[in-house]
């Protein structure tokens, strides 16, 4: 709110699926803004907005579901080297998969993203 | 075709899986690597509605094309490729408007059909996209994630300068910041485990 001299966030994008961060999106936002719903709630779980910001913020809400016609502009973008995100990937030879996909359940931090290789191909 | 299958939830082994053909349109593409995503561990958890067990899991496909369907044109074996899982029917609303991704019939490989947990993939060819050159099979397994942070910045409809705060900084949060950087846009990412943060940071 600082950084925007308290006018909110042009976009809030929500990652986390949490319906009680899903609700404060709608103070985060600034007034004519946009709100990306991306985490996904629970089935069945409420979320809770207040119903004049609708028309007092006048801001759109979006939801954003996997991907369509988005792999092209991935691809170039990862080929680019503007995307980091691979290299904090784990490699583990994909037999190992049974041993280690367990190992992640029981320990959500263990691996921050782990990627199953063909090490013999 | 050896695989990871998962016989039903908390029960996962190496075994054999049978042998997939492919139809006409299809593509058989011999996975090399792929991603493991929190959608693949709902599904060993047992938390994945959709989910028919047994299956082979595996959505974040990168591999090499081994062979192609007789009405294939332009692909063809040995090309390095990655699969976009999501496979729309073609004729309910949300397909006539462009939004295959919500299909009421969506089929997803990895959920549906065996996915890259296994040496084989079956694909319909307008999924594969070939690999960029430079890119290591590693590399391009994250098309499909960061793919979705592309599908998050386009309906933000996030530009150059703009402030734009993300909410979370699990795999999908870090994606989805790392594309908006990349359009320009001014992040601030939020989270509250803080190895996450520095993560992101």
């Known amino acids: ?121 | 075709m050896k695989a990871i299958i998962i016989d039903e939830p908390r029960k996962i082994r190496v075994g054999n899986w049978e042998a997939p053909h492919i139809a006409p349109d299809q593509v058989l593409v011999e996975t090399r690597a792929t991603g493991v995503c929190a959608g693949d561990l709902y599904i060993y958890q047992g938390k994945n509605p959709y989910a028919a067990y047994p299956l082979v899991a595996g959505h974040e496909v990168a591999g090499v094309i081994v062979e192609v369907g007789a009405e294939v044109k332009g692909l063809a074996p040995g090309t390095p490729v990655v699969v976009d899982p999501f496979i729309g029917c073609g004729s309910c609303y949300p397909c006539r408007v462009g939004k295959s991704n919500c299909c009421a019939n969506l089929r997803i490989i990895g959920v549906h059909s065996p996915g890259g947990f296994g040496e084989l993939v079956v694909a319909p060819a307008r999924n594969i996209h070939r690999i960029p050159p430079g890119l290591s099979f590693t590399e391009a397994s994250f098309a499909e994630p960061v793919a979705i942070g592309v599908q998050a910045c386009r309906r933000g409809e996030i530009k150059a300068n703009e402030y734009v705060l993300v909410l979370g900084c699990g795999p999908i949060g870090l994606a989805i910041i790392e594309v908006a950087r990349a359009r320009g846009a001014r992040v601030v990412a939020t989270d509250v485990r803080e190895t996450r943060m520095e993560t992101a940071s």
């Open chain 1, 1 to 121: 709110m600082k950084q925007t001299s308290g006018e909110g966030a042009a976009v809030v994008v929500e990652a986390t699926g949490n319906e009680a961060v899903m609700e404060q999106t709608v103070n985060l936002v600034a007034a004519g803004g946009r709100i990306v719903i991306v985490g996904l709630v629970k089935e069945g779980t409420p979320v809770r907005f207040p119903g004049l910001d609708f028309t007092r913020k006048e801001m759109t809400i979006v939801g954003s579901r996997a991907s369509v016609r988005c792999f092209p502009e991935s691809l170039e973008l990862l080929a680019a080297g503007v995307i980091k995100y691979p290299k904090i990937a784990t490699t583990v030879d994909l037999w190992e998969g049974p041993r280690v996909i367990s190992e992640l359940v029981d320990e959500p931090g263990k691996y921050h993203k782990l990627v199953l290789v063909r090490s013999e191909a």
